[in-house]
Every structure is written in C-alpha cells, then in structure tokens.
C-alpha cells in the first residue's frame, strides 16, 4: 500500500484546542475504538482456537480457511474464480490436477487444447 502523502489540510496540534463538547467525542471515540479492538482480540483469539482443534482432529486448516474464503464470495464470484484459476493451472501444465481435469482423466477424455484432442 502506499503511503499518504501530507496534503496540507490540517495542522499538527489542530485540535489541540477542542471545546468540552468536541473532547467528550474524542473521548467517546478513543473509548470505541479501544474497546472494539479488545473484542477484535477476543474473537482472533476464538478462531485460532478452532483452527487448533480442528489441526488437532485431522483437518487441513490450509484448506479449511481457503472454504472459508470461497464462501465469502458470491456464487457467481466464486464459480468465475474457480475458472480462472483451472484456466491458471491448465496454462502451467497442471490441469490434471484439478477435480475436472481427474474427472476427464478418469474418463479417457483430453482436455480441450491438449495436443491429439479430436474435438480441438
């Protein structure tokens, strides 16, 4: 990320002269923000928790926090990233390790632009 540049807007010490109203804000503010960011812990906390239990039964916490990520995404979103990302890998030679590609594998079908595929 790069870094802001100054822009020339407010001064250092802008506010250091805040009336009553505006320092019970910043107050307010600071209070916020501390008090989310110790909750931000709490909950980081609880989640690498379950990754640990999970890590600890068996599972792939690489692969649990990739599902996590897709079912973030939309539908839509996730179905056009999984395509490219076959397109990627079928690109750099390794199609036949994607689920698709071991399904046409299993098959005895090529895979489109594979050298001695009939339907190309």
Same mark, same amino acid.
């Given at each position: 990320?790069?870094?802001?540049?100054?822009? =020339?807007?407010?001064?250092?010490? +802008?506010?250091?002269?805040?009336?009553?109203?505006?320092? &019970?804000? @910043?107050?307010?503010?600071?209070?916020? @923000?501390?008090?989310?960011?110790?909750?931000?812990?709490?909950?980081? *906390?609880?989640? #690498?928790?379950?990754?640990?239990?999970?890590?600890?039964?068996? &599972?792939? #916490?690489? %692969?649990?926090? %990739? !599902?996590?990520? @897709?079912?973030?995404?939309?539908?839509?979103?996730?179905?056009? +990233?999984?395509?490219? @990302?076959? $397109?990627?890998?079928? $690109? !750099?030679?390794? &199609?036949?390790? #994607?689920? !698709?590609?071991? $399904?046409? %594998? $299993?098959?005895?079908?090529?895979?489109? *632009?594979?050298? =001695?595929?009939?339907?190309?």
């Amino acid at each position: 990320m790069a870094k802001q540049r100054y822009d =020339g807007g407010a001064k250092i010490g +802008h506010n250091s002269n805040l009336n009553g109203d505006e320092k &019970f804000r @910043l107050d307010g503010y600071i209070k916020e @923000l501390e008090r989310e960011e110790y909750n931000r812990s709490i909950i980081n *906390g609880n989640i #690498t928790s379950i990754y640990r239990d999970a890590e600890r039964r068996g &599972f792939d #916490t690489k %692969a649990l926090r %990739a !599902l996590i990520r @897709l079912r973030k995404m939309k539908k839509e979103e996730r179905d056009s +990233h999984c395509v490219i @990302l076959d $397109a990627y890998m079928h $690109a !750099l030679g390794e &199609f036949s390790n #994607t689920p !698709l590609g071991q $399904a046409m %594998a $299993a098959h005895g079908q090529q895979h489109p *632009g594979e050298p =001695g595929n009939p339907y190309d």
